[in-house]
T-cell receptor, first 114, second 113 residues
Framework: GAGVSQSPSNKVTEKGKDVELRCDPI?????LYWYRQSLGQGLEFLIY????????KSGLPSDRFSAERTGGSVSTLTIQRTQQEDSAVYLC????????????FGQGTRLTVV | GNSVTQMEGPVTLSEEAFLTINCTYT??????LFWYVQYPGEGLQLLLK?????DKGSNKGFEATYRKETTSFHLEKGSVQVSDSAVYFC????????????FGSGTKLNVKP
């Protein structure tokens, strides 16, 4: 597609349930990022994939969070046993992966844990 | 370590007023610097970038100059419009090849007619 696509756009889940968020990056982009944007806050880095290298998971807030990227393209962010503090907008971005290259963002998934 | 500090908002201006949004950074090496904008209901998009010291990035009437001596990258516009109302984020690429972004906390700009 023309841009980064995320699904679903909105997700309401009950506390304790698992959720999966999907990201389709721009074709040909080797780098993929997940960020979290809480209400009124900046963007919190979660995880970064670059090609076939081991992902940089340094931003994942707990072991309830995990992400994978299959075939170097689509990525899924999984949150297990969701908590209310997980409520936020989850943003995915992709880039060509070179030094100082622009990241292109999706519209995000708004997650609400009730 | 690497960090980005951005002035807090919200900033409320009248149309045609002058805008400055401050951004300072701490970085290892010589990264490029970026400003991203998030219009209401939309995703983040690149506004402008500067790749080295003393470079000026510009787009849509906005400018920012990469100041190594003051470690700053302040965003300016001489005459804002209502359509500029958005949240602005300063961003710093970090990591061994400068491709992981740290973002500032964002500054919300409200422009009134």
């Amino acid at each position: 597609g023309a841009g980064v696509s995320q699904s679903p756009s909105n997700k309401v889940t009950e506390k304790g349930k698992d959720v999966e968020l999907r990201c389709d990056p721009i074709s040909g982009h080797t780098a993929l990022y997940w960020y979290r944007q809480s209400l009124g806050q900046g963007l919190e880095f979660l995880i970064y994939f670059q090609g076939n290298s081991a992902p940089d998971k340094s931003g994942l807030p707990s072991d309830r969070f995990s992400a994978e990227r299959t075939g170097g393209s689509v990525s899924t962010l999984t949150i297990q046993r969701t908590q209310q503090e997980d409520s936020a907008v989850y943003l995915c971005a992709s880039s060509l992966g070179g030094m100082n290259t622009e990241a292109f963002f999706g519209q995000g998934t708004r997650l609400t844990v009730v | 370590g690497n960090s980005v500090t951005q002035m807090e908002g919200p900033v409320t201006l009248s149309e045609e007023a002058f805008l400055t949004i401050n951004c300072t950074y701490t970085a290892t090496g010589y990264p490029s610097l970026f400003w991203y904008v998030q219009y209401p209901g939309e995703g983040l998009q690149l506004l402008l970038k500067a790749t080295k010291a003393d470079d000026k990035g510009s787009n849509k009437g906005f400018e920012a100059t990469y100041r190594k001596e003051t470690t700053s990258f302040h965003l300016e516009k001489g005459s804002v419009q209502v359509s500029d109302s958005a949240v602005y984020f300063c961003a710093l690429p970090v990591g061994y090849n400068f491709n992981k972004f740290y973002f500032g906390s964002g500054t919300k700009l409200n422009v009134k007619p």
